[in-house]
Every structure is written in C-alpha cells, then in structure tokens.
C-alpha cells in the first residue's frame, strides 16, 4: 500500500514563476520549484535571495496532508545551507530536501528548530544522513523529553504507516539569548525568546536581506494557537515588532500586511482574550464558563477556529487567574 522508495524517488520537475496574490507576508521574488513526490503539490518559493519557503496546509493533520501543517524552507550561504524546520513527518522532510536538492548542491549543514510542536519537527530525521547539526532553543531538549512519546504516538494515529520513519532529534547546539551561525557569505541570527508560543520559541533573522523566519510566533489565517503564556507572547510580540525585518515568513498562513503591521490581528486576538478571561475571573465565572463566552466574535476572522480557541482561552484562564500583573 505505501511505497516509500517510489515516492521518495524524484520525478518531474517543474519551475514556474507564481505570482503572489497575497502581499508582503510571503511575496514571492523569482522561480517556484515544484517537486512531483513524496508530496505531489509540495512546493517552494523564493520569498528573498536564498530564502526559500514552502506554505503548509491550514487543514488538520491527515494521511493526505502526511502532516505538511507548517511554513518550513531555507536558507542557502555560499558554503552550505540551513533548514529552518523540517516539516512534520518524515516524509514532508524528505519532499523539502529533495527541493533543496533542486536548488543548490551544497551541503545541508544545520537543521533549526523554531519550537518543540510537531509539525514543525518531525521531518527531522530526512537531514541525519547530511550530517546536518540540529539547533534549538536551550530548553527545547527538556519540552521534547516531557511531550515526545505524546506526540510521537498521535503522528502514527493520525498518519499510520505513513509515519514510519518520522523522528523527534533532539537539538545539540543549544541557543541562550541570541546565537549567530554563518552559512559563508550570510549570517544568521537565532534568537532565543522567554516564554510566549511555547516556552523554547525561536527567531532566525537572515542578516543579509532582513527576512524574519518567526515559526509559531506569528500566525496568519490560522487561530493563533498558545500553549506558553498570554501575557509572555504579548511582550515578546511588542519586542518582534521592533526588529528590522524586511521580509516575514509566519509558521502557518499568509499575509498580505507588510512587517510590523501584519502582527495587528495576531496581538489583537490575544489581547481580546486577555481582557476578556480577566473580566471573566473578575465576574467569577468558571472556566468552562469563559470557555463558551470569551471571544466568539473572533470566530469568522480565523480558519480552526474551533479547534483551538477554546483551548487558548483555557490556557489564558490558568495563567491569568493564580498570576496576574495587571
Ligand atoms: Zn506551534
């Protein structure tokens, strides 16, 4: 039934030109690389020179998304290339490399890591025989010890055989604060955040072009998700705002907003909640109580909606309530 080497394999490739409909968040500078397998419409595109990006589904996880949720790509320096997460399952890592094979021949030197999620990570192991060092947030090894066997379980409900292979590789190059790789000819900038998405967010800034690689702390479409703190993703948003970012690329959906006002709707959803749960903890109404009421006339402004409102408003709730600034 599923033959990973058939589709492994390369097969036709096709290059376009695509223009961007949708602005500023993910413009689009010169050719689309398609590449026919594991995934046949699994596709990138130069968003700035070197900066390559494949837009992942808003849909949920299914064998026939293989998992492919996450804005992933990379970034190509005249000495090698640097992945800026690999997707989310084996075989969306295998469909990125072979597009960066398309691209450039040089050698795959870092795998980052913008965050522990899992469809962010689990193509991991398609970069292993690049011998490619995996980098992330100094307390992202801990968050993949906790939530590892979790995740790794639900990726072969949702995918069963076709999750065969797909591995969480835990980072050895830590980043506390900020951390510079060079890539020859281009540097990069990691930035290791406090608590805000999830507690080991991190940034890659291509130095030479300005673009801003954000992972999940910066949603478009999709409902901004939070499983870190609500007070914590605000500061750092108003921090990310001050950054001299050209070029964005957001870990799931497009904008057409240019940089820093694409992270409006973002902030205001989560400063909707944050106002809201506290009156809601003020009024004292239960949990389940805020869950039903706080928000819902965000509902038409955001796809998965349903999905994962709720449970940021749950998140919010427990911050809010034993631990509040304001
Ligand atoms: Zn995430």
Redesign the pocket.
């Known amino acids: 039934m599923y033959d990973n080497q058939s589709r492994v394999a390369p097969a036709s490739i096709r290059a376009a030109r695509w223009r961007c409909a949708v602005g500023a968040g993910l413009a689009l500078l010169g050719s689309m690389v398609a590449v026919a397998a594991p995934l046949d419409d699994f596709t990138v595109s130069e968003v700035a020179p070197g900066n390559w990006v494949h837009v992942g589904s808003l849909d949920e996880r299914t064998v026939d998304n293989l998992g492919d949720q996450a804005n992933i790509g990379f970034i190509v320096g005249e000495r090698c290339v640097a992945v800026v997460d690999p997707g989310g399952s084996l075989l969306v890592g295998q469909a990125l490399r072979a597009a960066i094979r398309r691209v450039t021949d040089r050698p795959v030197c870092y795998v980052i890591y913008t965050?522990l999620?899992p469809?962010?990570l689990f193509g991991a192991a398609a970069f292993q025989p690049d011998g490619a060092t995996f980098v992330g947030h100094e307390k992202l090894p801990r968050a993949l010890a906790v939530r590892g066997a979790s995740y790794v379980n639900s990726l072969k409900r949702d995918l069963g055989a076709a999750a065969a292979g797909s591995e969480l590789v835990v980072p050895t190059q830590l980043v506390r604060g900020e951390l510079r790789l060079d890539l020859g000819g281009r540097t990069l900038l990691l930035k290791a955040w406090p608590v805000a998405?999830?507690d080991d967010d991190l940034t890659v800034l291509d130095e030479s072009t300005g673009t801003l690689w954000l992972?999940?702390l910066l949603f478009c479409e999709h409902t901004p998700?939070l499983?870190g703190s609500i007070r914590g993703f605000l500061k750092v948003m108003d921090q990310l705002a001050a950054l001299p970012a050209g070029q964005f690329v957001p870990?799931h959906g497009r904008t057409g907003l240019r940089w820093p006002e694409a992270l409006n709707p973002q902030r205001s959803y989560l400063q909707m909640i944050a106002r809201d749960v506290r009156a809601a903890i003020r009024n004292n109404q239960t949990i389940e109580q805020a869950v039903e009421s706080v928000g819902q006339s965000a509902r038409n402004d955001w796809t998965n909606f349903d999905r994962f409102h709720g449970r940021n408003v749950t998140t919010a709730y427990a911050e809010l309530e034993w631990s509040d600034d304001e």
């Open positions: 965050h999620h469809d962010h998405h999830t992972g999940d998700v499983d870990g």
